[in-house]
């Protein structure tokens, strides 16, 4: 099919999103290469652990990227651009409250968060540490957050992409700087990426701080819109926590099926996360092209534009699961795994593979009910689709790490069946700002 004008829109904000996408999970790997070469084995096991219960903390939270994008592209399309405005800001509002809570809440719960991973004493420790340092943090980092939803609201994925590569930049050299030259320990690698993190959400400020004055907009919180902004997230939380549940319940199945299936399981959860975060990239497109369509009131743009991401969903769906397929008999190899794991990997990744195009229209319809302000379906899908992956997950684990796998491939097949039951209906094409 040729490349169509609406096709060149997605790939304009896709590829960005993209890169800023896989620029997320390198702080954390540069956390990790650090602080293995300079501080050993248990420091990284102590990282893995606040790791852990940071990446559960920012999952969470992305409701503040998600929603924000849906509400201020709604705006945009609308014309109203200084509603939109007011818009993000109630959102960076909402941000640095949820923030400032957490560190509240955190701080003096940090050794018990810690326990309950059941760590050794010098692991706790320091995973002690390195967690409440990265609490001071959070408010910048939710603030990226819905900063970054603010920029994509205004079909803007490029700027993002900047912050995000600068960021990863300078946490690597504040790390290594901290944890190789001033010898500060795990604490040197908190900091370094507490102050990167803070940097990006300044930056963010400062652009819709700028935009927000070019307006005329008032920079004070709006009661009323930070409180629509919680409740709308408050249906993307509900999501979250339903994908985070069946994440979790893979895990813990696969970990009481043997070490070989458990390293097999982690390792094919890599690779798809990876190809995740390339299919996320059109979702990300579809939240923002739909807001923005919508608001103008104009569903047949909506309509078009779905199909097209739909489309890009399919057939990049299709050429990540050859890339799979192809990469397939050297994979093992590249994560060093001893002959049992290398037989169980070899096997899980042929699932792996041919999910991938049902991945993608999953992640597109996603992207674009979001876009919609359509939550609160998405909502009430995320505990069906959950509740039917449950027995399934079950069901599996009594027959190796394959059939759970394919208990996943149960749970993006429901997806399909809710998210493209929903889009082939009208309720969720409401125009208008």
Known sequence: ???????????????????????????????????????????????????TILATMVNLCVFLAYGTTASVARQTGAGNHERAMRSGLDGIWLALAIGVALVAVGWPLAPAIVDLFGAGAEQAEQAVTYLRISLIGAPSLLVVLAGTGVLRGLQDTVTPLAVAGGSFALNAALNAWFVLGLHWGIAGSAWGTVLAQTLGAAVYLVVVVRGARRLGTSLRPSL??????????????????????????????????????????????????????????????????????????????????????????????????????????VLPGLFDADPQVAEQLLAVLWPVALFQPICGVVFVLDGVLIGAGDQRYLAWAGVWTTAAYLPAALFAADFGIVALWCALGVWMIARLITLGRRATGTAWLVTGA
Do not use: K, N
């Open 1 to 51: 099919m040729p490349i169509t004008r609406r096709d060149r829109e997605i790939l304009r904000l896709a590829v960005p999103a993209f890169g800023a996408l896989v620029a997320e999970p390198l702080f954390l790997l540069a956390d990790y290469a650090i602080v293995g070469h300079g501080l050993g084995t248990s420091a990284v096991g102590a990282l893995g652990v606040a790791g």
């Open 224 to 329: 009323i819109g930070v409180t629509q902004a919680g409740t709308a997230g408050f249906a993307l939380l509900i999501r979250t926590v339903c994908l985070r549940v069946v994440l979790v319940v893979a895990t813990v199945l696969a970990t009481r099926m043997g070490q070989a299936e458990l390293a097999a399981y982690a390792i094919a959860t890599q690779v798809w996360t990876l190809l995740a975060f390339a299919l996320d990239a059109i979702a990300i497109a579809g939240q923002a092209i739909t807001g923005r369509t919508l608001g103008a009131g104009d569903p047949a743009a909506t309509r078009e534009a779905t199909r097209r991401m739909v489309w890009w969903g399919v057939w990049s769906g299709v050429v990540l699961g050859v890339l799979v397929l192809v990469a397939r008999p």
